[in-house]
């Protein structure tokens, strides 16, 4: 199983950007897909979870900002990202977990918002 995010970028406080992350090697209809994000010195922190089903989760800091969706015939979830802020900035990771708590993550990508 491989997940390969992009989309990352810099962008102006106020500005918007949208991450995805394709997966490879299985099916991905079952599993939960998550964003999670990472600043150097502090712990990775969970931005937004999405289930099989559709429901979602959000990290305080996003609620409202973010919204996270999958498209499952394109083994494919989505980040939009929308009034973002220079405390957004940080390397994004992608994360599917399957059946039994399996995970696999993404390389990552860099959102860097200029003030």
């Known amino acids: 199983v491989q997940l390969q995010a992009s989309g990352g970028g810099l962008v102006q406080a106020g500005g918007s950007l949208r991450l995805s992350c394709v997966g490879s090697?299985?099916?991905?209809?079952?599993n939960v897909w998550a964003w999670h994000r990472q600043v150097p010195g502090k712990q990775r922190e969970l931005v937004?979870?999405?289930?099989?089903?559709?429901?979602?989760n959000y990290g305080d800091s996003v609620k409202g900002r973010f919204t996270v969706s999958r498209d499952n015939a394109k083994n494919t979830v989505y980040l939009q990202m929308n009034s973002l802020k220079p405390e957004d900035t940080g390397v994004y990771y992608c994360?599917?977990?399957?059946?039994?708590?399996?995970?696999?993550w993404g390389q990552g990508t860099l959102v860097t918002v200029s003030s």
């Open positions: 937004a979870v999405i289930t099989s089903g559709g429901s979602t």
């Open positions: 994360k599917a977990t399957f059946f039994g708590g399996l995970d696999y």
């Open positions: 090697g299985s099916t991905f209809t079952g």
